[in-house]
């Protein structure tokens, strides 16, 4: 353990935290009578916080970011030498990493071409939804400018994204929002709003044309959608939903936009959770992933035939795309990503996520039959969810309390899982989420889901 030991002025070093530090996500009050977390280092699988204490992380540094794991060399290596090289330059030029990082990844997407970095998840989306209300402007007199969304998808914290937001409780106070974003229906059969029906899949993409039909095809311009639903609740898309929301897109020309912030870089088994369907979207985006969170980077990649719309007239100063992400020109960003993406290749990741994931799952399904409290366990690649329910025929929710209780079991037992965090409406957050590291091996798997099993056992019968 001597290696992972906290510095010795460690516990000024969480007194400032618990003083200064405003925490994503938190409420603060029981920091005036206990120590906030503060994690000082990662490898691998495993990080140490300021106790010492020995964590095994089942969610990629808490939001399903670290896909490669902790602690590797070469990308420090990769970083250093590239901002001693050249830190940054605004990405009105190009720079070596980034035009390098772009044709790798363009190679992965067949049907892409072209690539926009800024650095967050959130601000990726928002440049998708700038992109079709500029073709709506260019083409269609700015009337085909709304975005539909899904209930129960997340696509980040700005006041874009929010707006295009189906988590009620992350947006209950943050109006008035922007407007022409429409929300449409969730795919979670699980929770039919239809009640139990054959063709579930396809009636739930027909539920999207029915609010295209309402609101006037000629409005809509974009569909966001996340391949599988991730913060939402691990929501597997059901059977025929894509290949119709796909014909429904090309129907009334609404260009597609997949948000691959979580999914994209393997988690699911494939390098985008869209590829599992045979969908062909139009706009794709991705972040946390890319470079595991050893850079920040987001891209928003197109299609050439949505770039043509950009440089159709070089005389009109108002064709081209107006916009920059000043931080999108850190060259630390493709240079992380260009390794990361030669890690995942060289050591078989998306195939250690498939083959991974499916033992998470079978362990997961294997609870169902030993706590009464889980309703379903869903998932694809290593992105697995467990539903907790107070009874399996009502599928009344458990209280959030409860799923909280579970996931602190978890922690005193040295094991990190994640929850859907106070989120949606009515009562709905109620499932533990699970995203290790691509790298997770056998082992690590059984230890994550004997852990849940234990503090099923304990939080359920005591
Ligand atoms: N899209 C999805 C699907 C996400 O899960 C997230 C973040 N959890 C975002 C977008 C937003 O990303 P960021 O926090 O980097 O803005």
Known sequence: MNQHTAPNDI????????????????QHKPYETSDPRVIIEGRGMRVWDATG??????????????????GRESMANVIRDQVLKLNYFAGAAGTVP????????????????????????????????KMIRQISHRHHGGRKAKILFRERDYHGTTFGTLSAGGHAQRNAQYGPFVPGFVEVPHCLEYRSQWGAIENYGERAADAIEAVI?????????????????????????????????????RRYEILLHIDEV?????RTGTWFGYQHYGVEPDFVTMAKGVASGYAAISCTVTSEAVFDHFKDDAD???????????????TSGPAAALENMRILEDENLLENSARMGDRLLANLQGLMEKHAVVGEARGKGLFAGLELVADRTTKEPVPEAMVKAVVAECMANGVMIGAQNRSLAGGMNNALLFAPALIATKDDIDAITDCVDHALGRVFTH
């Open 11 to 26: 516990s000024a070093v969480v007194e400032a935290d618990r003083r200064h530090v405003w925490h994503h996500l938190t």
């Open 53 to 70: 204490k020995e964590i095994l992380d089942a969610v990629s540094g808490g939001v399903w970011t670290v896909n490669i794991g902790y």
């Open 98 to 129: 980034g035009a390098l990082f772009a044709e790798r990844l363009v190679g992965k997407m067949p049907g892409m071409s072209r690539v926009f970095y800024s650095n967050s998840g959130s601000e990726a989306n928002e440049k998708v939804w």
């Open 213 to 249: 039909l309402r609101e006037g095809p000629d409005t809509v311009g974009g569909l966001c959608l996340e391949p599988i639903t991730a913060g939402g609740g691990a929501i597997v898309p059901p059977a025929g939903y894509w290949e119709r929301v796909q014909e429904i897109c």
């Open 262 to 266: 979580v999914c994209g870089m393997g």
């Open 316 to 330: 009109d100063p108002l064709s081209f795309f107006r916009d920059i992400s000043t931080f999108g020109g850190c």
